[in-house]
């Protein structure tokens, strides 16, 4: 049962960053043992749990966090039919969490993601670092060759336009990992020892009509700007595909994120990410993936938004209706995929009815 669970907390930071504006969303199967690590500074901010599997499954939370857990059981009975958009038996379903959210800001985090260190030995606080990534602007309309110009030590470069400096609003915050990779099947199966080790201190932002392969283990957006895209799509159980949740929804909230002049960042913060996952089983839920990607890629490279779709809801149902005319005769699971993203949709404008009001009134006013 969904459930809202405040216990008092321990010493913690005494003014976090956004502690009432951002939620973290964990897809999980397991107790939540890993949150010890990240108590310091995961425990001022309030958890949306999505448990995927049995939903009759008790999961353990550790004491001291606030926190919603929601099973299978409470997504049937939130969205109804609805609910057939929302993926089971793959961590697709923490999307989810995104939509019942009602924060401005979301962080999500896998269970086998533990506390990084930066070369000098201390601790990072990935949230920390993906707060200041979309409080500050991005820059994809001109590549900037020191990279992010907001950070600390840095500036734009000679040349760069000045009438570009203001730069956009930040959408998403992309981290990164470091020990296992987030390589593919085919990848894993050659480089099965390559661990990462190179920790870079840069922040970049993708550039516009950049695609890129995002990565939902550490991963940071602001939902009131683009949560309505992060849909990660229908992945496991009763599907012919896996992991390629969070990359649906990258190359989805990209093209958009393009259209709306709205910034992607790629870079710090690192994770430690603890355990690799078997490629035979990988490889299965890829194969189709590895194939159709060559296909989906150029789809998304060259699909072009009408201008007068100004809100992220109108991109959206536009991509499903054009996912599922060019990328359908592929095969039927894009059909199916494209009636699920207008789902999505509907069900996330019926769960946050003054956020759909006020993305069209925006759109009005443009």
């Known amino acids: 049962m969904a459930g809202t669970v405040t216990v008092p907390g321990s010493s913690v930071p005494s003014t976090p960053l956004l502690k009432d504006e951002l939620d973290i969303v964990i897809p999980t199967i397991r107790n939540l043992d890993f949150l010890e690590m990240w108590r310091p500074f995961f425990q001022p901010y309030h958890l949306i749990i999505v448990q995927d599997g049995d939903p009759t499954k008790t999961i353990k939370v550790p004491e001291g966090f606030d926190y919603e857990l929601y099973n299978r059981n409470d997504i049937n009975r939130i969205l109804g039919p609805k609910a057939s958009c929302i993926s089971f038996k793959d961590s697709a379903c923490r999307c989810f969490g995104y939509m019942v959210s009602k924060k401005k800001y979301i962080y999500t985090i896998d269970d086998d993601c533990f506390v990084a260190k930066d070369p000098t030995g201390k601790d990072i606080n990935a949230l920390e670092q993906h707060i200041k990534n979309l409080l500050s602007p991005s820059t994809p309309f001109f590549f900037n060759t020191l990279y992010d110009p907001y950070r600390e030590g840095a500036d734009f470069v000679r040349g760069y336009p000045f009438s570009l400096r203001e730069g956009a609003h930040t959408a998403v915050s992309h981290g990164l990992w470091l020990n296992i990779p987030d390589y593919d099947a085919p990848t894993q199966m050659v480089k099965p020892r390559e661990r990462n080790s190179r920790y870079v201190d840069a922040v970049m932002t993708i550039p516009k009509g950049t695609l890129f392969p995002m990565c939902g283990m550490n991963l940071a957006f602001d939902r009131e700007l683009i949560g309505a895209a992060m849909y990660f799509g229908l992945m496991g159980d009763g599907q012919p595909i896996g992991r390629y949740d969070d990359m649906w929804a990258g190359w989805c909230v990209k093209v958009i994120c393009d259209h709306l002049s709205l910034g992607v960042k790629t870079g710090l913060p690192y994770i430690w990410?603890?355990?690799?996952?078997?490629?035979?089983?990988?490889?299965?839920?890829?194969?189709?993936?590895?194939?159709?990607?060559?296909?989906?890629?150029?789809?998304?490279?060259?699909?072009?938004?009408?201008?007068?779709?100004?809100?992220?809801?109108?991109?959206?149902?536009?991509?499903?209706?054009?996912?599922?005319?060019?990328?359908?005769?592929?095969?039927?699971?894009?059909?199916?995929?494209?009636?699920?993203?207008?789902?999505?949709?509907?069900?996330?404008?019926e769960l946050n009815p003054s956020a759909s009001a006020a993305a069209a009134e925006n759109g009005k006013a443009k």
């Open 273 to 349: 990410h603890s355990k690799a996952s078997n490629p035979f089983v990988n490889l299965k839920k890829e194969y189709k993936g590895i194939f159709w990607q060559e296909d989906i890629i150029p789809f998304f490279q060259n699909v072009t938004i009408p201008k007068e779709h100004d809100t992220v809801q109108k991109c959206y149902i536009y991509l499903a209706d054009q996912v599922k005319e060019k990328l359908g005769k592929i095969d039927p699971y894009f059909v199916k995929l494209a009636d699920a993203m207008v789902t999505w949709i509907e069900a996330w404008d």
